[in-house]
Every structure is written in C-alpha cells, then in structure tokens.
C-alpha cells in the first residue's frame, strides 16, 4: 500500500492523476494540493510515502519545494512530474533530491512503476550523459563542482560539508544557488508544467 | 503626390491666366506653351516613374526646370513665382526635417541668383517696396520647406506611434493565446493521455487498438501544441535572427556530435519574415545535428542587396532516400517558405558529401513610404 501526495496546479491533471491512482490496486491517492501553500499542512496530516510533484508551479517551482520536502524527518520520496521532462532537468532535479523524474507525456503505467521504486527507495533519474556533465561544468563555477560530483554520488551533506570544510547549512545554500543556475526556464508568463 | 499634382496644376492655371491677361514679355505664348510642357512633363513623369518621387536627382532638375522657367519670364516676380515653389513640396517631405531645411535654403539662393539674373540692379536695392518684395519673395521658399516638412514629420512620427502600438496589442494577443495553449489545454490532454493510457493493459484486441490510436493522436495533439506555443511566441522580440540561431546551435551543442558554427548576417527583415526566417533556420540546423552524423555543421547567412540567403551545411550522410515516418519538419519547412515568398531548396552539398539546405528570400524596400 502506497499513499500518494498528488501537487499540481492544474485541475485537470489533479483529477486526472487521482483517478488513475485510485484505479491501480496498491495505490492510495491522498488528497491533492495546488500549491506550497496547502502543501505543507496536507503533507503533515497524510505522511504520505511519495509525493508526485509538478515541476513548474506558480511561485517556488517544483525543485524548490522538492528541497524543502526532503528537508522533513522523515522525507517521502519525492517524484518530479515535468512536462518538461527533458534530459537537461537531470542533474537539476538530482541537487534538489528528487528520487525519481517522470514526463507528464509518459503513460499511466511507467508512471505506476516510478512510484513503486520510489516508494521501494530507489531512483528513477535518467543517466547524467558527459555532455550534460560538461554542460552544468560550464555554467557553475570551479567551488561549485565538487559538491555537484559529490551530490550525484550520493555523498550525504554532512560529509561534502566536513571534505570542504564548510559549514553544512553553507553548503545547502550553495546546492540552492546551483539549481538555480542550472534549471530551465520554462518560457511562459506561468505556464504550469 | 497628390499635394504636388494639385498645387501644380493650380499654379499651372494661375500663371497661364497671369500671362493671358497680363502682357509680361514679348513671347508670352511661348512662355505659355513651356509652362504647361512643364507641368504636364513633370507630373506625368513622377506619376509614371514613382521611384523618382523619392529621388534626389529628380528634385534637383525639377527645381532647376521651374526656376529656368522665372528666368525666361525676364522678370523675378514671375507669373511662374508659385509654379517654382511647387518643386518644393516633394523635397521638404521625401527626407529629415534637417536635410529638408538645407534643401529650401538651397533654393532660395538659387532664386536670388534667378532674381539677379533677371532685373535686380541697385535701383530695386534702394526701393523699401521692392526690397520687401524681393525678401518675401527669398522667405516664401523657407517658409514652405518649414512647415511641409513639419508636417510631413509629425505625420511620420504619428504613423510609427500607430504601428508600434499595433504591434504591441497583436504581440500582447499572441502571448494570451499561447499562455491559455500551454497552461490549460495542453494539461487537460496530458491528462485524458494519462488516464487513457491507464486502460492499456487492461483491454485487449480490437479495443487496444482503438486504445493506442487514441493515445497517438493525444501525444499528436501535444506536440501540436508545443509547435504553436513555440509559433506564437517566435516574434523575435528584436533579436536578430543570426542571434538567435546561434542561441539555438548553443542550446544543440551539449548533445550534438558536430561542431556547429554559425556565421554572416541577414541584414534587417520585417518581424515577421524573421520569425518564419528563423523557424526554417532552426529545424534545418536541427536536422542536420540530430539525422546528420555529420562532423561539421555550418551556417551561413548573408545579404546581397535585397536578396537574404541562408545556408545550412553539413558533411554527414545526406538526404535519406526514404523520408523519416513521422517527419513533418520538411513540410513545414517548405510551407513557411511559401508563407514569405522565400524558396528553399535542398540537395547535396559542395563535394557531393553531406546535405545543404539553401534559403533565399527576396526583400524589396517597402513600397508603401509615406509620399505627399
């Protein structure tokens, strides 16, 4: 049994979503949220084991929330729902801790298999390609490097934090200004995605 | 032009009743006859060649034709006086405020030389009536020049406020609709393709296939849509396309085998020639990095005149004999190149290896200016 915490803006896709949740034996769909807003007391009234979280939504987008999310103790797996879910979004999503990434194009059932291993803790993240590696090199300078090399082999913060010798909530400031530089941006004047 | 064919011909029939009624010179039948020569040769040629409307040479011998025309009346207070200030009217309006100005100046000392020619002496000099006369006479040009090219720049400065906020309004349009597209239409397909899709598995023969047909058509619809969001924002926003294409080769670049380059310039196009300029720019590239498998990606853009040419090249493996299933990027590539009056055309490249695709696009000066 797997509760599910569904967060979209878009009625549609909340209904959408639940009720393809709801049809597939072992899933429990919770009560869905449109925004941070009513995220955070829906989240600690359900405890929910996954969240399904919509990359870009009005305000903080997705991967913002996602590291805010997995800041709980405890954290639920958290999956990115991205109309966008282009391979760029990769390493992205893997700073801000997302344990899977899911197109919002992909059918219903390699999106009950993502949760499943979510939920069973694995990762569901497209392979980190050398031209995406050396793309995100580009655009991050020579301090930040390092902690991306570290977060994508999963060294824990404390331990990226003790090799730098920085302090941790330092280097969870520096993860935020990363992502910022390296997410997309998607072009509409809100476009939920 | 209308202002001049209608002050022209005025001025035509004032100075032809001036010399019927009046004896001016001993060959006013003459003078008659080369008035009206002049107005209808001027007229009907401007009308007929209206490129010359806007050509300085043809200013210049126009004023030169009506102030000859005073100097044959012997006489600086010419019945042709009114005739000559016409060839004004299409120099005051056809260029800067500034220029326009200089231009007037120009004329009145070409009158006064006129004037000198004709019967100006010391006499006139002392005479207050005539030298009031013959300093109206010098102002009357200036003043002309001022205020029709005044008008011709308030009216030019109005025309562009108007353009500026069409386009403003018709861009602001643009973004709703791909806004609305994107936020609410292409969520409620994902989501119908998300809940159809929840029945594959669950169904099976006749009905999966309706199933799978159904769930192509949702994804069509999709990438449909992505297509016109991205056409109802490619007004350019003032970049050039140059800009952009190296934007886009940029963005390529990270999963593209081949080295991209991008060079030469297009030259100014009207926005939207450049928008469709660009799509067509942009797939070619696209193609040429994601089907290729070429080393080298090069393109070039360039401005000979009012010809604007791009070319995309490639060293890769060529046309594929049989078109991709699903491919719809030529088409559409073609279809925009309709749209502009532009011709693409594709073959192999120089050397017979690789693929080049070659769009050229004709652009003639705007032939609606504004003209008096």
């Known amino acids: 049994m797997i509760r599910i915490l569904i967060v979209d803006d878009h009625p549609a896709m909340r209904a959408g979503l639940t009720a393809v949740l709801r049809a597939e034996p072992g899933f429990v769909p919770l009560d869905a949220a449109t925004s941070e807003k009513d995220l955070w007391p829906t989240l600690n009234r359900t405890k929910p084991d996954v969240v399904v979280l919509d990359y870009h939504l009005p305000g903080d987008d997705g991967l913002v929330l996602c590291r805010r999310i997995k800041r709980q103790v405890p954290a639920p797996a958290v999956l990115l729902y991205s109309a966008y879910a282009e391979a760029a979004l990769t390493i992205p999503a893997r700073l801000a801790g997302a344990d899977g ?32 590696l050396d793309d995100a090199g580009n655009r991050l300078s020579s ?51 | 032009m209308t202002l001049l064919l209608m002050t022209r011909l005025l001025a035509a029939a004032v100075a032809v009743l001036l010399l019927l009624v009046h004896r ?75 220029r326009a100005l200089a231009w007037g100046l120009a004329f009145a000392l070409a009158y006064l030389g006129v004037a000198v020619y004709t019967e100006l002496d010391a006499d006139t000099l002392e005479s207050t009536i005539r030298l009031e006369t013959i300093a109206t006479h010098l102002m009357v040009p200036l003043v002309v020049v001022l205020a029709l090219a005044y008008a011709a720049d308030v009216l030019e400065r109005l025309r562009d406020e108007r353009l500026r906020s069409e386009r403003l309004a018709v861009e602001s349009e643009r973004q709703r609709i791909a806004w609305e597209l994107h936020d609410s239409a292409k969520q409620r397909v994902h989501a119908a393709h998300l809940v159809l899709s929840a029945l594959q598995g669950q169904v099976d023969g006749a009905q999966a296939q309706l199933v799978g047909h159904a769930l192509a058509e949702l994804r069509a619809a999709g990438a449909d849509m992505d297509t016109s969001v991205a056409e109802l924002r490619t007004p350019l926003e003032g970049r050039s396309v140059e800009r952009m294409l190296e934007q886009r080769a940029a963005e390529l670049a990270p999963v593209s085998e081949a080295q991209i380059t991008v060079r030469g310039t297009i030259g100014e196009l009207p926005a939207h020639i450049a928008a469709h300029v660009y799509r067509i720019g942009a797939e070619a590239l696209t193609n040429a990095v994601r089907h290729g498998e070429a080393e080298h990606v090069d393109v070039v853009l360039a401005r ?5 040419t791009i070319e995309v090249r490639d060293d890769g493996r060529g046309l594929p004999a049989i078109r991709r299933p699903g491919s719809n990027g030529l088409r559409s590539m073609r279809a925009r190149a309709d749209t502009i009056g532009a011709t693409l055309s594709l073959g192999p490249a120089d050397g017979g290896r690789g693929t080049s695709v070659v769009l050229s696009l004709s652009t003639d000066p705007d032939p609606g200016s504004f003209t008096p």
């Open chain 1, 101 to 132: 990434l899911v197109s919002k194009s992909a059918p219903a059932n390699e999106l009950y298999d993502a949760i499943r291993r979510v939920a069973r803790g694995e990762r569901v993240l497209p392979p980190i390609s050398r031209e995406l």
């Open chain 1, 143 to 193: 301090e930040e490097l390092p902690i991306l090399g570290m977060t994508i082999e999963d060294t824990p913060l404390r331990e990226i934090a003790s090799t730098l010798g920085v302090e941790p909530a330092e280097i969870a400031h520096r993860i935020d200004r990363m992502i910022k530089r390296l997410k997309i941006d998607v072009p509409a004047p809100r476009a939920a995605g």
């Open chain 2, 24 to 98: 001016v010179t001993p060959h006013d039948a003459e003078l008659i006859v080369a008035g009206v020569a002049y107005t209808a040769g001027s007229l009907a040629v401007l009308t007929a060649v209206p490129r010359l409307q806007l050509a300085p040479a043809a200013w210049l011998a126009d004023g030169a034709l009506a102030l000859a025309l005073v100097a044959a009346s012997e006489d600086w207070r010419s019945p042709f006086y009114v005739l000559m200030l016409t060839a004004l009217i299409l120099p005051s309006t056809g260029q800067s405020f500034r």
């Open chain 2, 304 to 308: 000979n005149g009012s010809t604007a």
